[in-house]
RNA sequence: GGGCGAAUAGCUCAGCUGGUUAGAGCACCUGCCUUACACGCAGGGUGUCGGGGGUUCGAAUCCCUCUUCGCCCA
């Protein structure tokens, strides 16, 4: 599709809308983001793999602003490695999201007045892989409108066939290493959703409860009591003893004796653990062990009776070993309804000590915020401690490293100390545990495939476990799962280990560091070598952007807009290492301006060169010899290969040999850095300078003419190759509109740029620069209409001088156009004038009769003399300083003593200007 | 309660292993429709680098301490 428009008729604005989406459908259609696996080094190819896995969104997800940026950044990785000339592979896809998913659709059932009881177990799963399948997946198509470069081939859903046969294999051989076990114990419950959560998905959130004291009597003695300092009163009908330390003189001679749990009525004993803090409440705790994780420790050191005294639902009811604890006026109450009404009786039977306000960390449902009920139950648990020790070791010797580090530490502290991992859920919706029992011998074994009958007696009648499995159980076999494991595919082979992780810190535990031990218990590798971890998108109070709060951004509302690529462009600027983006939802014109405003200048530099540049072809950059450039040529060529070997140290390296060292181990992955220098160079350099000093060679005719046309387009080329990977619709729609375009070629598939020995004579345009900024200033600083031209005569006091003087003479006509002004040979007439210094003596002297006058001028030279003198006064005392030039370094005190000689030189011009000015 | 981090311009942040006259974007002020661009151009820094102490020839940078925020874990 080659522009039919000429150069003319481009708008003077970019239009992102009428770009992107065809722009998009053609880089699909030619297969630009297909990784191909016989090309992968691994497998006998030519090209290192570079490989990310994307972090699965939810399947019902909608596209927010956190995704987003989460996208942003692997795509600029990924693309960036495209064109450094990686086999690249962005495999995306979708999480079955288990709780998450099943809520839903059981919100969905309520509203037609329904259950998922009443549909039954079947129905109800059908009913959600429908919903899934008509909904389901659009946050994939959404990613495509913010440029997304995944190879979607591969997309890939944790509950298809593929994965859930690779769930399925690796549970099957963690139960049989006996990594896998049915524990009995108290766990994290949501009687909202009705199952039980690992300790990650249960969070801690600061609330202010009430510590209730109550008193025990103490059985056959009225006069004595014990009082108990708790947070949950109505679990007290679980109560099967108090607890208190055996060292503490308060209740020593208690212990062993019993007392009567109130509204229970229940005889328990007073029994002494060190585990109670004598400094908590009274020191004397009730020990509930079916609803407290640590007091249920407790009751198994002193062999207690651990009886559950609500439903799943959290209504105080009769359980497992309670009968006849709860009251019948208690029975099907909600707990914290039955909270209320407890403590009233306790306070009318005189047993309620005093209330006080406390501050303490309640866990709630990750997934509905319900508060979580400690809750004894049957659950299938990971033994922890054996996949975690060589997953601590792999980010410890270097093999995985963890950006911004500070994170490694969080790391490793949590593998240190973790504890095993909840994986059944008494859900629906999700893989169920492979798991089967023999109703006839009791036999139990989990199987890859149905079993028929029993492997142990041939019954027939075998059940499967109820449970399925934590959603996480199949997020953290993604880098391989994906790859086609368990099977022996090419695009493991070619592609596994994977190279960067991106995602959010707050998935560090769920996922990543679970996917590190997964990958080194089943393929024995890391499964990448990068972690990097993103901040977070904030309002500007600095809040979460969330559903509840009203404050989220609408990306695909902001492509409406102000394109995709203003939508990057602004994200990655602000992305320092692991810091919080902050935006505005109130005013997304402020808040995407930067990248809307770049976009636009980029494309009016375009739209200036094709102008200028015309379509007739140009010269080959490498054909031009170095003789043919001027010294602008010279300067942007050098500015162009700083700029390319800034964004290689900002990016990279994408890989290391082996573990990283300690030098590299925190390199690179600055993608603000990237993209400031990148448009620092396209913007502040090539437009700034580089466009407007070829504007009148552009004008001319012949050689020069060319050698600019080429130098143009060869700069602008590269700039928009650095830039590809940050705003790729505008940078690829310019890049095909370039007169050295070939038909059927991609920017996101060309050469990611290399630096080129610096060239000589690029700091002469400086030269230029500094004479242009400053009569730019004079003419600031006396008000100088713009449109008034003035004249500079140029003061030569040495030979050296004279020598720059005749480069200032080469480009007086740039000089004229770019500061207005025309530069003089001759001396400067008397009377008022403004009077600048640049370097290497030159002098500029402005006659400005009527605009200066002589008492302004002295001022002004006077305060920057002051200026100038001050400083030197410091350089100088520090270069008499013997313990400065002992001691600092050679090229230190080299450099320094070589800018006195430079300030002096200007402070003496300067001093003499002044007199000659009639200063005192 | 334990651990980690941050505090630099009005706002959001750079400033790496100590050595420029402390920077960028946005905002702001002044002047400009200079034939690519007003989503732009030119000029302007508006700062006790949170307070105090220390190490050093030299501290925004290293150490101690205090204050204020934030995050993670229990």
Not at 552 to 581: H, K, N, S, W, Y
Not at 628 to 651: F, G, M, P, Q, Y
Request: net charge negative.
């Amino acid at each position: 599709m080659t522009p039919p428009e000429t150069p003319d008729e481009i708008p003077p604005h970019y239009d992102a809308a009428a770009t992107e989406r065809t722009l998009y459908e053609e880089w699909e259609r030619a297969g630009v983001f297909h990784a191909d696996a016989a090309r992968s080094t691994r497998s006998g190819g030519d090209r290192d793999p570079f490989v990310i896995v994307i972090p699965p969104p939810n399947v019902t997800a909608a596209l927010h602003v956190g995704h987003g940026l989460n996208s942003t950044v692997q795509d600029v990785l990924v693309r960036w490695r495209r064109m450094a000339g990686d086999e690249v592979l962005w495999v995306p896809g979708t999480d079955h999201a288990g709780i998450a998913t099943q809520n839903v659709v059981e919100k969905l059932l309520a509203a037609e007045g329904k259950t998922r009881q009443d549909l039954g177990r079947e129905a109800f799963v059908e009913r959600v892989k429908s919903f899934v399948t008509e909904t389901g997946g659009q946050i994939l198509r959404q990613l495509r409108a913010i440029g997304a470069s995944a190879d979607w081939t591969r997309t890939a859903y944790t509950l298809s066939p593929e994965l859930s046969r690779a769930v399925r294999e690796i549970f099957v051989r963690l139960y049989d290493d006996k990594l896998i076990y049915r524990g009995h114990r108290v766990i994290h419950w949501c009687p909202r959703c009705l199952t039980s959560l690992s300790d990650e998905e249960a969070e801690h959130s600061e609330t202010t409860g009430s510590l209730w004291h109550i008193a025990y009597p103490v059985v056959g003695d009225p006069a004595r009591q014990i009082v108990v300092a708790t947070t949950r009163p109505e679990t007290m009908l679980g109560d099967v003893a108090v607890a208190v330390h055996p060292d503490d003189d308060r209740y020593r001679d208690l212990i062993g004796k019993r007392l009567l749990l109130p509204i229970a009525n229940f005889e328990i004993p007073v029994i002494a653990d060190s585990y109670v803090d004598r400094a908590f409440g009274t020191g004397a705790v009730k020990i509930t062990p079916a609803h407290d994780p640590n007091d249920f420790e407790v009751g198994k050191r002193h062999a207690l009776p651990m009886p559950v005294i609500m439903a799943p639902d959290a209504t105080m009811a009769d359980g497992a070993d309670s009968a006849g604890r709860v009251p019948a006026t208690l029975r099907g109450i909600e707990r914290f309804a039955a909270r209320r009404m407890m403590v009233a009786q306790l306070e009318s039977e005189g047993r309620l000590v005093k209330v006080e306000p406390h501050q303490h960390a309640v866990r709630h449902c990750y997934r509905c915020d319900t508060v979580v009920e400690p809750r004894l139950s049957d659950q299938w648990f990971v033994k922890m401690a054996p996949l975690a020790a060589p997953a601590l070791e792999a980010v410890k010797d270097g093999r995985i490293r963890i950006l911004p580090e500070r994170h490694e530490a969080v790391y490793i502290n949590w593998l240190t100390g973790i504890r095993d991992w909840n994986i059944s859920r008494q859900l629906w919706w999700g893989h169920r545990i492979p798991v089967w029992r023999c109703p006839d011998c009791s036999h139990e074994k989990a199987y890859r495939d149905d079993p028929t009958s029993c492997g142990q007696c041939g019954g027939t009648a075998l059940q499967q476990d109820e449970d399925v499995l934590d959603t996480w159980f199949s997020s953290w076999l993604w880098p391989f799962s994906t790859l086609g494991w368990p099977d022996d595919t090419a695009d493991q082979r070619a592609f596994y280990p994977t190279d960067v992780l991106v995602t959010a810190p707050e998935i560090l535990f769920f996922w990543v560091a679970r996917m590190i031990m997964a990958g080194l218990y089943v393929k024995k590798e890391v499964p990448f070598h990068t972690v990097y971890l993103h901040g977070t998108v904030r309002d500007m109070q600095h809040r979460k952007m969330s559903k509840s709060l009203g404050n989220g951004i609408d990306p695909l509302q902001v492509v409406d807009e102000f394109g995709a690529d203003a939508l990057r462009f602004t994200l990655m600027q602000g992305m320092g290492l692991g810091v919080d983006v902050m935006l505005d939802p109130a005013d997304l014109e402020k808040s995407f301006a930067p990248g809307r405003n770049f976009a636009t200048k980029l494309w009016n530099i375009g739209r200036f060169l094709l102008m200028q540049v015309g379509a007739e072809p140009v010269r080959a950059f490498e054909s031009i010899p170095e003789t043919a450039l001027t010294n602008a040529d010279r300067w942007i060529l050098n500015r162009l290969s700083t700029a390319i070997a800034e964004c290689d140290v900002a990016l990279g390296p994408a890989r290391t040999a082996g573990p990283w060292s300690e030098g590299l181990r925190v390199a690179g992955m600055r993608l603000d850095a990237h993209a400031e220098t990148a448009r620092r160079f396209v913007w502040n350099e090539l437009a700034d300078w580089y466009v407007e000093a070829a504007k009148s060679r552009l004008l001319g005719s012949g050689d020069d003419r060319e050698v600019a046309r080429a130098i143009l387009v060869h700069v602008f080329d590269q700039g928009l190759r650095l830039l590809h990977p940050i705003m790729p619709f505008v940078t690829e729609s310019l890049w095909r509109r370039l007169p050295t375009f070939e038909a059927g070629t991609f920017l996101a598939r060309a050469n990611w740029p290399t630096p080129a020995p610096a060239l000589s004579g690029g700091e002469r345009f400086d030269l230029i620069r500094e004479a242009i900024g400053t009569v730019r200033q004079l003419r600031a600083d006396y008000s100088i209409p713009p449109g008034q031209k003035i004249v500079a005569h140029v003061v030569s006091p040495d030979a050296t001088a004279k020598a720059r003087a005749a480069l200032l003479f080469h480009e007086a006509a740039l000089i004229a156009r770019m500061a207005r002004c025309e530069l003089l040979s001759t001396p400067a007439p008397g009377g008022a004038a403004a009077h600048a210094l640049l370097s290497h003596g030159l002098e500029l002297v402005l006659p400005l009769a009527g605009v200066v006058d002589l008492q302004k001028e002295i001022t002004r030279l006077g305060a920057e003399h002051v200026a100038l003198s001050k400083q030197l006064d410091a350089l100088r005392g520090r270069l008499s300083n013997e313990k400065f030039t002992g001691k600092a370094p050679p090229e230190l005190v080299e450099a320094e003593r070589t800018k006195e000689r430079e300030w002096t030189a200007r402070r003496d011009q300067m001093q003499s200007k002044l007199h000659d000015l009639g200063a005192a």
